[in-house]
């Protein structure tokens, strides 16, 4: 008798909208959305520097200026770490941290316009990016 009132509670609930499924393309917030900070639909180089910024804030939690590769965890490559601790003293501070993130930007800006729209962050440096600066 549970069974049966369980399985009938399971169908009416499907019915009536009891459990809901993600749509297929469930709203991602889009990169340029949420970094856009004068709305022009796009990321240029001083948006990107505040979310750099901000990111690189959080990963320096003892505050000193620098991050070494263990606080980046998986934003970054040990060779992107090295290419980007430009004065070799094993940490990256913040305006190494900045100068990587704007040479992916660099790359990722297709149409080299000095911004990144929602596709340019599809790209493989786009992708990069954001897991730097997010």
């Not at 399971?10 to 959305?33: E, K, L, T, Y």
């Not at 990321?43 to 070494?68: L, P, Q, R, T």
């Amino acid at each position: 008798m549970k069974r049966a009132i369980s399985i009938g509670f399971a169908i009416s609930m499907a019915m009536f909208g009891g459990f809901a499924a993600a749509a297929p393309d469930a709203a991602v917030p889009s990169p340029v959305v949420s970094l856009d900070g004068d709305n022009d639909q796009t990321v240029d180089i001083s948006e990107m520097g505040k979310a750099a910024s901000d990111s690189f804030d959080k990963i320096d939690n003892d505050g000193d200026g620098n991050v070494d590769r263990a606080a980046l965890g998986k934003r970054m490559s040990k060779d992107e770490f090295k290419k980007a601790d430009t004065d070799k003293d094993n940490v990256l501070n913040k305006n190494e941290y900045f100068i990587y993130a704007d040479s992916l930007l660099r790359i990722a800006d297709e149409d080299k316009d000095g911004t990144l729209d929602d596709k340019e962050f599809k790209s493989k440096e786009g992708k990069k990016l954001l897991g730097l600066i997010q």
